[in-house]
């Protein structure tokens, strides 16, 4: 069974809108941790946010924010004031048990693009 | 420059050489890691080393031979690779102890794009 799954393989959005790309986890661990990563044509992926599996507010950081349901496994990525340099891929990775101890499991990714 | 660099950033090789990825880290981490990108696949964990020591080999083929001579710098040794080895493979570093919640954030390099012909 998938670890982490994103089910939106594309998405549009129009430049200066929010946007909200959907990610759902599997694990049995009670401690993990969530995270979202961006890959531009370039393709270094580069960390955005981070939300720990104990932590009771979404994490926020600038423009991206974690909506973290954990009764519902979700952990969805929202990009506020979208730009065009948000064009990229979106990836959601967890890492269960506790901080350290295991590499991250990535899914497939979302390629979003934001339309002038 | 996210202080995690690889090269070569393109590779050609033949499926009877014998080529090198190399990864170099800036961070002071102590652990590192090669993946593999293939296209319309997730990110697939290959090798992990903590303070040099491989701790996770996942189920890779003996042609991919990984090389960690300290902290800061991981290697990728290709021998005899097949075509559909091709795929960007990525190097990551992260720090992996201690109670900080950013533990195990990874640091990526902009990856080695490897074509095997």
């Known amino acids: 069974a998938q670890k982490i799954t994103q089910t939106q393989p594309g998405m549009f959005v129009q430049e200066k809108e929010a946007v909200t790309l959907d990610c759902t986890y599997d694990?049995?661990?009670?401690?993990?941790?969530l995270f979202w990563y961006k890959q531009p044509s370039s393709g270094e992926m580069i960390f955005l946010i981070y939300?720990?599996?104990?932590?009771?507010q979404n994490a926020t950081e600038g423009r991206y924010s974690l909506n973290f349901q954990k009764a519902r496994k979700s952990a969805n990525l929202v990009i506020s004031a979208s730009q065009l340099g948000d064009s990229a891929m979106y990836f959601c990775?967890?890492?269960?048990?506790?901080?350290?101890?295991?590499?991250?499991?990535f899914g497939k990714g979302t390629r979003l693009s934001v339309i002038a | 420059e996210t202080g995690v660099t690889q090269t070569p950033r393109h590779l050609v090789m033949g499926m009877t050489n014998k080529k090198s990825l190399k990864c170099e880290q800036h961070?002071?981490?102590?652990?590192m890691y090669w993946y593999k990108q293939s296209a319309k696949k997730p990110l697939e964990l290959m090798f992990v080393?903590?303070?040099?020591?491989?701790?996770e080999n996942n189920s890779v083929p003996s042609r991919f031979s990984p090389e960690c001579p300290n902290s800061s710098h991981l290697f990728l040794h290709l021998h005899t690779l097949q075509p559909e080895d091709s795929a960007l493979y990525l190097c990551?570093?992260?720090?992996?102890?201690?109670?900080?919640?950013?533990?195990?954030?990874?640091?990526f390099g902009a990856g080695s794009r490897l074509t095997v012909l």
């Open positions: 961070l002071g981490h102590n652990a």
């Open positions: 939300q720990g599996s104990y932590d009771e």
């Open positions: 990775a967890m890492r269960e048990g506790r901080p350290g101890n295991t590499p991250l499991v």
């Open positions: 990551a570093s992260s720090q992996v102890k201690g109670a900080s919640t950013r533990a195990n954030v990874l640091t």
């Open positions: 694990t049995s661990d009670q401690s993990y941790g």
């Open positions: 080393y903590n303070f040099k020591e491989q701790t």
